[in-house]
């Protein structure tokens, strides 16, 4: 028998014994198709479930579906064969239906997958995995639209769980050990030193989102910026209102990274403040040196998974680990301008500044 690890040897041992179905079928594949094509923070929370399957099984070939603007988040990653680029910008209009069955012949090459997951959990998604020619197919509980049509096996998930345990339930299902506490998990990122990186010390701030109510106004930025003193802050993100006559501190790279360089920056930063956003998650990926601003989103679900990171929400700080779920859950709005330069005042504390 092949030297599995520790933990995946467990996992055949329950399988041969008193685990049927899921714990077989991975044991058994040789080839996985991972669908996940969106979105940037939905990629993120998914890549621990991914690392605990390929660690339990090495020799196991995964390709992962992504959207074409996401692909370089997970290009260079050791756990995958393959990022297969899903085209979303070019599947709209009349032929939107030809050109999808055409692009989805790639999902079966060179052969079929043994197991796919289905961790999108929407029509799509499901189609895809279907003509993928896939021998099982595993989705969650939570799907939507159908999906769990073209499931042959569901796993059952808490919809209120954040969505990292949320898909840890998959590797769970499957037989796999999975790490008790955050530390323990794996969040590969890609890292690209920019040419011309910024001054140490400084302090990165992701203030826009593309999800409704969840952005800082022009307003509070520069509130922000002015109340950060002398500390240099690195303004980062895409799209956005433009943002002009910025103090002497800030360094404007909006719309100016990709998505290697924006983790570096991050990974880099004396202490990271962003609003609930994709970044968000990537900078909590990366570690716990940061802030997530919250308005109606609830932390306990879509907040930064690293329990020592930081959220703001209704005008109170705390741990990501430690959350009132009255406050998490509750109705709340973005800060003011007085309440932004609360924030920073915390910023510099947290970060040693002041």
């Known amino acids: 028998m092949p030297d599995y690890p520790e933990c995946w040897q467990t996992a055949l041992n329950l399988a041969n014994n008193t685990m049927p179905g899921l714990a077989r079928e991975l ?3 040789r080839r996985l198709l991972v669908i996940k094509p969106s979105s940037l923070g939905d990629i993120v929370h998914a890549l621990p479930a991914v690392a605990v399957i390929k660690s339990a099984m090495p020799e196991l070939e995964i390709r992962w579906v992504a959207n074409e603007e996401f692909v370089p988040l997970l290009e260079g990653n050791a756990d995958l064969e393959e990022v297969i680029a899903f085209p979303r910008s070019r599947m709209r209009g009349p032929l939107s239906v030809l050109r999808f069955l055409g692009w989805s012949r790639t999902l079966s090459l060179p052969e079929p997958p043994d197991l796919v997951i289905d961790f999108q959990g929407l029509f799509r998604s499901g189609l895809m995995a279907s003509r993928s020619g896939g021998a099982k197919v595993v989705g969650l509980s939570d799907g939507r639209e159908f999906a769990g049509f073209f499931h042959h096996h569901r796993v059952e998930v808490d919809p209120d769980a954040h969505a990292v ?61 002015e109340a950060m003193g002398q ?20 360094h404007n790279w909006m719309n100016a990274t990709g998505l290697a360089q924006l983790a570096w920056l991050m990974e880099n930063a004396l202490f990271n403040v962003s609003v609930d956003s994709g970044p968000a998650h990537m900078a909590a990926a990366l570690g716990e040196n940061l802030l997530v601003i919250h308005g109606w989103s609830d932390p306990l679900k879509v907040g930064p998974y690293r329990k020592q990171a930081w959220v703001w929400k209704s005008g109170k700080f705390f741990r990501a680990g430690n959350a009132d779920p009255a406050v998490a859950r509750g109705q709340g709005k973005l800060p003011d301008i007085a309440q932004i330069k609360e924030i920073a005042s915390q910023v510099r504390e947290i970060a040693g500044l002041s």
């Open 27 to 29: 044991s058994n594949a």
């Open 165 to 225: 345990d949320r898909y840890l339930e998959v590797p769970c299902a499957l037989g796999v050990e999975v790490p008790s506490e955050d530390t323990g998990l794996s969040f590969k990122l890609p890292l690209e030193k920019p040419e011309s990186p910024p001054p140490e010390g400084f302090v990165l701030l992701h203030p826009f989102s593309r999800g409704a109510g969840k952005s800082l106004t022009v307003e509070s930025v520069l509130a922000f910026c």
């Open 231 to 250: 500390c240099p802050v690195v303004l980062v993100g895409r799209g956005g209102p433009k943002l002009e006559s910025l103090p002497g501190n800030v």
